[in-house]
């Protein structure tokens, strides 16, 4: 095999456990020089644990072999940092079979920083595509560090010991725990990378100016307006001084380590300023300069270049088109963005898209009185995108809460299993722009996910969704400052009938439960009349949470009413939450604040709302987050009766090519795999063939038309059901023959009756498989009663899913009906999931009708398309989205 032609997917940008980057390529002959100077680099006590005796020098002959491989028997990954290799790892197969012996080594300086999981993670998924299943490796018994490196990775691993080498062994096949380990190092790396984002020690502005209009101006005086910790460095040409702090001429001038360098310079010129940080080593950058991928292509290739390079020389990249970033934390007083002031401190997260709507967010923020610890806007996203701030905010000890304002996913799948696990210790609240299109300025670092994708995603990670950014700071503001509800309950307190209702219309439209009426202290009660009313309802044993509805009288300061609600929240301690429409503030009225430790208002505060409304969806939002936070996490199963080997077989004896729709007998072999039967038929082409096909299948049974169209109209015009008699069948037969003009028919056993259901797989290639279920009939379809669930499947989603709908009262024994059997439908869920999750290459699937009963769930027909399988993101071994791309 051409040694250069290796496949390019295996090419790689990862981070490591200190949060630096490094670039990961199959070796080629050209690195041979390389090599050579990564050996002499290397110490005698590094070479003697690699090559188990003295090997001071690489004779040409090894160079060329080390160099020189097939990509399939032979394979080596070099980790590249700037034109440097600082690791390299490879396996030969054994005696052409299904093992290979697998080897690292790492430079001196950068051992410890994680390169040998992550090899062996890349080797392990090179070596299952070449048709490899295990591993062996020699290690010197003293070499405990590669000891570590395969005992820690989560395979099953056998050891031999003899004359002071370990014998090792395991298949590499993905174990639970292996992913599991995998997955906690990427995020105990990722977030470490933001980390070093966020707390620089250091920060150089490339483009300070002096000229009040120009945004290196804005940048610069902003870090000192906010007393940045650390020390800051201009860089201009053209002047010794910026603001009066010393400037200099390049970032290669400054005289000392530079953390996180801000770039300000017109899109022409960051090349070269690139160039620079590269060669002095800067370990983040956050570009606000625009005109690179929002401009099409041209732009869009400078973007990718800038990407590759940085991440290829250790470094995280913010942008380009970035708003900023900041870190409130009083230890780094971070103001790296556009934004005019620093944000009081508090423990709210926000990360966002869009530089142009980050000032505004700001602004916001202050006004309404919500502290954020933390603050990222991506701007173009070329590198650091909201995934990797979720990785940073589970571990991160100054945030509670978390906000998204999204335009786009650059990796949806991703995005849905780190929401999912941070969902659970700290609410996410999301604003979803561009419903019904990618943001062009993003679309190359995007996927158009269909909207229903994007509400099962939501749904499945507990993330609450709001439409607005105002509906965004109403539910952080109550999720920062008050306590989580422990039920559905409500009590409403006011001195305003009118106003109280309207709290209570909104509650019960939201699904909330009232307790009690509206109580309703009047409009001339005193401030003991009014905190008496609040204190009963919050001791009330029904009371989950409080909606405090007020208009200020006339005779008394609206600061009694609001000190006296304050002394009663106190007293109360806390424990349920409370709104208010205190004289219609909106934000955290002074009077109601508990001041936090950076001077906005902390736990405790009450925060106020313009509309009785507001409030009130603020609540229902936190209780159905409760809920979901509340409930069984559910466990990842496997029905019983699934035969992957046979499904993975059939589909490889297809040859699948091209996308498109397979026949009866291979759908109904298919699905067999997974434990699916449908209802037994025949597909017959005469009145004779249907004759005799009704009865080997048993009387009664239905005729159906092939053709779609007609098999599930309305007026059953393509189908005859119960059909009993042989003279019966045969009319039957050349009806339906008649009207689709085709001779063949489907003859079926008649299944238990029941109601009509609708299961399906619909694949969206960045995504990953949508499970769909829905009852069948025009009107469901009309109204678009479906529900999506994302692949993979706990069984707890299965028995969400399938009580999704609307009409899924109808399955529970509506209005005194007999009940379906919910756990078969379940069951088939899970069955379609996991045939989702082994064979990428159904695109599509619809199980239609699907009888469900109290004798169980009978699926009568089904569709399947297969095709080449998509790109399965977030799976395989670590990586960071390729520029550009969405891995």
Same mark, same amino acid.
């Given at each position: 095999?051409?040694?250069?032609?290796?496949?390019?997917?295996?090419?790689a940008?990862v981070?490591?456990?200190?949060?630096?980057?490094?670039?990961?390529?199959?070796?080629?002959?050209?690195?041979?020089?390389?090599?050579?100077?990564?050996?002499?680099?290397?110490?005698?006590?590094?070479?003697?644990?690699?090559?188990?005796?003295?090997?001071?020098?690489?004779?040409?002959?090894? *160079?060329?072999?080390?160099?020189?491989?097939?990509?399939?028997?032979?394979?080596?990954?070099?980790?590249?940092?700037?034109?440097?290799?600082?690791?390299?790892?490879?396996?030969d197969?054994?005696?052409?079979?299904?093992?290979?012996?697998?080897?690292?080594?790492?430079?001196?300086?950068?051992?410890?920083?994680?390169?040998?999981?992550?090899?062996l993670?890349?080797?392990?998924?090179?070596?299952?595509?070449?048709?490899?299943?295990?591993?062996?490796?020699?290690?010197?018994?003293?070499?405990?560090?590669?000891?570590?490196?395969?005992?820690?990775?989560?395979?099953?691993?056998?050891?031999?010991?003899?004359?002071?080498?370990?014998?090792?062994?395991?298949?590499?096949?993905?174990t639970?725990?292996?992913?599991?380990?995998?997955?906690?190092?990427?995020?105990?790396?990722?977030?470490?990378?933001?980390?070093n984002?966020?707390?620089?020690?250091?920060?150089?502005?490339?483009?300070?100016?002096?000229?009040?209009?120009?945004?290196?101006?804005?940048?610069?005086?902003?870090?000192?307006?906010?007393?940045?910790?650390?020390?800051?460095?201009?860089?201009?040409?053209?002047?010794?001084?910026?603001?009066?702090?010393?400037?200099?001429?390049?970032?290669?001038?400054?005289?000392?380590?530079?953390?996180?360098?801000?770039?300000?310079?017109?899109?022409?010129?960051?090349?070269?300023?690139?160039?620079?940080?590269?060669?002095?080593?800067?370990?983040?950058?956050?570009?606000?300069?625009?005109?690179?991928?929002?401009?099409?292509?041209?732009?869009?290739?400078?973007?990718?270049?800038?990407?590759?390079?940085?991440?290829?020389?250790?470094?995280?990249?913010?942008?380009?088109?970035? %708003?900023?970033?900041?870190?409130?934390?009083?230890?780094?007083?971070?103001?790296?963005?556009?934004?005019?002031?620093?944000?009081?401190?508090?423990?709210?997260?926000?990360?966002?898209?869009?530089?142009?709507?980050?000032?505004?967010?700001?602004?916001?923020?202050?006004?309404?009185?919500?502290?954020?610890?933390?603050?990222?806007?991506?701007?173009?996203?070329?590198?650091?995108?909201?995934?990797?701030?979720?990785?940073?905010?589970?571990?991160?000890? /100054?945030?509670?809460?978390?906000?998204l304002? %999204?335009?786009?996913?650059?990796?949806?799948?991703?995005?849905?299993?780190?929401?999912?696990r941070?969902?659970?210790?700290?609410?996410?609240?999301?604003?979803?722009?561009g419903?019904?299109?990618?943001?062009?300025?993003?679309?190359?670092t995007?996927?158009? *996910?269909?909207?229903?994708?994007?509400?099962?995603?939501?749904?499945?990670?507990?993330?609450?969704?709001?439409e607005?950014?105002?509906?965004?700071?109403?539910?952080?503001?109550?999720?920062?400052?008050?306590?989580?509800?422990?039920?559905?309950?409500?009590?409403?307190?006011?001195?305003?009938?009118?106003?109280?209702?309207?709290?209570?219309?909104?509650?019960?439209?939201?699904?909330?439960?009232l307790v009690?009426?509206?109580?309703?202290?009047?409009?001339?009660?005193?401030?003991?009349?009014?905190?008496?009313?609040?204190?009963?309802?919050?001791?009330?044993?029904?009371?989950?949470?409080?909606?405090?509805?007020?208009?200020?009288?006339?005779?008394?300061?609206?600061?009694?009413?609001?000190?006296a609600?304050?002394?009663?929240?106190? &007293? #109360?301690?806390?424990?349920?939450?409370?709104?208010?429409?205190?004289?219609?503030?909106?934000?955290?009225?002074? &009077?109601?604040?508990?001041?936090?430790?950076?001077?906005?208002?902390?736990?405790?505060?009450v925060?106020?709302?313009?509309?009785? &409304?507001?409030?009130?969806l603020?609540?229902?939002?936190?209780?159905?987050?409760?809920?979901?936070? /509340?409930?069984?996490?559910?466990?990842?199963?496997?029905?019983? @009766?699934?035969?992957?080997?046979?499904?993975?077989?059939?589909?490889?004896?297809?040859?699948?090519?091209?996308?498109?729709?397979?026949?009866?007998?291979?759908?109904?072999?298919?699905?067999?795999?997974?434990?699916?039967?449908?209802?037994?038929?025949?597909?017959?082409?005469?009145?004779?063939?249907?004759?005799r096909?009704?009865?080997?299948?048993?009387?009664?049974?239905?005729?159906?038309?092939t053709?779609?169209?007609?098999?599930?109209?309305?007026?059953?015009?393509?189908?005859?059901?119960?059909?009993?008699?042989?003279?019966?069948?045969?009319?039957?037969y050349?009806?339906?023959?008649?009207?689709?003009?085709?001779?063949? *028919?489907?003859?079926?056993?008649?299944?238990?009756?029941?109601?009509?259901?609708?299961?399906? %797989?619909?694949?969206?290639?960045?995504?990953?498989?949508?499970?769909?279920? @829905?009852?069948?009939?025009?009107?469901?379809?009309?109204?678009?009663?479906?529900?999506?669930?994302?692949?993979?499947?706990?069984?707890?989603?299965?028995?969400?899913?399938?009580?999704?709908?609307?009409?899924?009262?109808?399955?529970?024994?509506?209005?005194?009906?007999?009940?379906?059997?919910?756990?078969?439908?379940?069951?088939?869920?899970?069955?379609?999931?996991?045939?989702?999750?082994?064979?990428?290459?159904?695109?599509?699937?619809?199980?239609?009708?699907?009888?469900?009963? #109290?004798?169980?769930?009978?699926?009568?027909?089904?569709?399947?398309?297969?095709?080449?399988?998509?790109?399965?993101?977030?799976?395989?071994?670590?990586? %960071?989205?390729?520029?550009?791309?969405?891995?």
């Open positions: 095999m051409d040694p250069f032609d290796y496949p390019r997917h295996w090419e940008d981070v490591l456990s200190d949060g630096g980057t490094v670039h990961l390529r199959p070796i080629t002959p050209d690195d041979a020089a390389r090599l050579l100077a990564f050996h002499g680099r290397l110490s005698e006590r590094t070479r003697y644990f690699r090559y188990f005796g003295p090997y001071p020098r690489m004779p040409q002959r090894d *160079v060329e072999r080390f160099s020189t491989v097939d990509h399939h028997d032979r394979v080596a990954f070099t980790a590249l940092l700037g034109d440097d290799i600082v690791a390299v790892g490879r396996y197969r054994l005696d052409h079979g299904s093992s290979a012996e697998v080897a690292f080594v790492v430079e001196d300086s950068h051992q410890g920083r994680g390169l040998g999981s992550i090899l993670e890349h080797l392990a998924a090179a070596a299952r595509e070449s048709g490899l299943s295990r591993f062996t490796a020699e290690v010197l018994a003293e070499n405990g560090q590669m000891v570590r490196v395969f005992r820690d990775a989560g395979y099953r691993v056998s050891r031999a010991f003899d004359e002071g080498v370990l014998h090792l062994e395991f298949d590499i096949d993905p639970e725990e292996s992913v599991e380990v995998a997955r906690a190092r990427e995020q105990a790396a990722e977030a470490r990378s933001v980390h984002l966020l707390h620089p020690r250091s920060v150089a502005v490339i483009g300070a100016s002096a000229d009040h209009t120009k945004i290196g101006h804005a940048v610069l005086t902003n870090l000192l307006v906010a007393d940045f910790a650390g020390p800051v460095y201009p860089v201009n040409g053209e002047h010794r001084s910026v603001r009066g702090v010393r400037a200099y001429p390049s970032v290669l001038d400054i005289p000392d380590d530079v953390d996180l360098a801000v770039v300000a310079v017109p899109a022409a010129r960051v090349d070269d300023v690139m160039d620079a940080c590269l060669a002095k080593g800067v370990k983040a950058l956050v570009v606000v300069t625009s005109g690179f991928g929002e401009t099409g292509p041209g732009g869009l290739s400078a973007e990718r270049r800038l990407t590759a390079e940085a991440r290829a020389h250790g470094m995280r990249v913010v942008g380009p088109n970035a %708003l900023g970033v900041l870190n409130t934390d009083a230890a780094v007083r971070l103001n790296a963005t556009l934004a005019p002031r620093l944000p009081a401190r508090g423990r709210t997260g926000f990360f966002c898209q869009s530089g142009a709507l980050g000032t505004a967010i700001l602004a916001t923020a202050a006004e309404r009185g919500l502290g954020l610890s933390t603050f990222v806007s991506a701007g173009n996203r070329a590198d650091v995108s909201g995934n990797d701030l979720l990785q940073y905010w589970e571990t991160d000890p /100054s945030t509670d809460v978390v906000l304002y %999204l335009e786009s996913f650059g990796n949806p799948r991703k995005f849905a299993r780190l929401a999912r941070l969902g659970r210790t700290k609410p996410i609240v999301a604003v979803k722009s419903r019904h299109a990618v943001t062009p300025a993003l679309a190359a995007s996927v158009q *996910v269909d909207e229903s994708s994007v509400q099962a995603l939501f749904e499945q990670a507990g993330v609450i969704r709001v607005s950014l105002a509906q965004l700071f109403d539910t952080a503001l109550l999720l920062a400052h008050q306590p989580l509800p422990a039920g559905p309950r409500l009590a409403v307190v006011g001195n305003s009938t009118a106003i109280g209702l309207l709290a209570a219309d909104t509650a019960l439209a939201q699904g909330l439960e009690g009426d509206p109580v309703d202290v009047g409009a001339q009660a005193g401030p003991e009349v009014f905190a008496a009313a609040v204190r009963e309802a919050l001791r009330h044993p029904d009371t989950d949470m409080l909606v405090v509805v007020f208009v200020p009288p006339l005779a008394v300061p609206g600061a009694a009413f609001a000190r609600l304050r002394d009663v929240v106190e &007293e #109360a301690g806390g424990a349920k939450p409370i709104a208010s429409t205190f004289l219609a503030v909106e934000g955290v009225p002074d &009077e109601l604040a508990v001041p936090g430790p950076g001077g906005a208002p902390g736990r405790g505060s925060p106020s709302y313009p509309s009785p &409304e507001r409030a009130v603020a609540l229902a939002r936190a209780s159905r987050y409760a809920r979901w936070r /509340s409930a069984p996490q559910g466990r990842f199963v496997r029905p019983d @009766g699934i035969d992957t080997d046979a499904a993975h077989a059939l589909v490889a004896s297809l040859g699948v090519v091209d996308e498109g729709p397979v026949d009866d007998a291979t759908a109904v072999r298919l699905l067999s795999c997974y434990g699916v039967e449908l209802v037994p038929f025949r597909v017959v082409s005469s009145a004779d063939d249907a004759a096909a009704a009865a080997d299948l048993g009387y009664p049974v239905a005729l159906k038309s053709d779609d169209r007609l098999r599930h109209r309305t007026d059953l015009v393509g189908v005859r059901l119960d059909v009993a008699g042989e003279e019966a069948v045969r009319s039957a050349t009806t339906l023959a008649e009207v689709s003009g085709q001779a063949e *028919v489907y003859v079926q056993r008649m299944a238990p009756k029941g109601i009509s259901c609708v299961l399906g %797989l619909q694949d969206d290639p960045s995504f990953g498989t949508l499970v769909s279920f @829905g009852l069948s009939g025009v009107v469901s379809d009309l109204l678009g009663d479906r529900a999506y669930r994302a692949v993979p499947l706990t069984d707890t989603d299965a028995a969400a899913l399938v009580r999704a709908p609307k009409a899924a009262p109808l399955l529970a024994g509506y209005r005194g009906s007999e009940q379906a059997d919910l756990p078969a439908l379940q069951d088939l869920v899970l069955r379609l999931a996991a045939l989702a999750e082994d064979v990428p290459e159904v695109r599509e699937l619809a199980l239609e009708p699907v009888l469900a009963s #109290a004798a169980g769930a009978y699926v009568s027909s089904a569709k399947i398309t297969l095709g080449p399988p998509p790109s399965r993101h977030d799976t395989g071994p670590r990586r %960071l989205r390729s520029p550009g791309g969405t891995r």
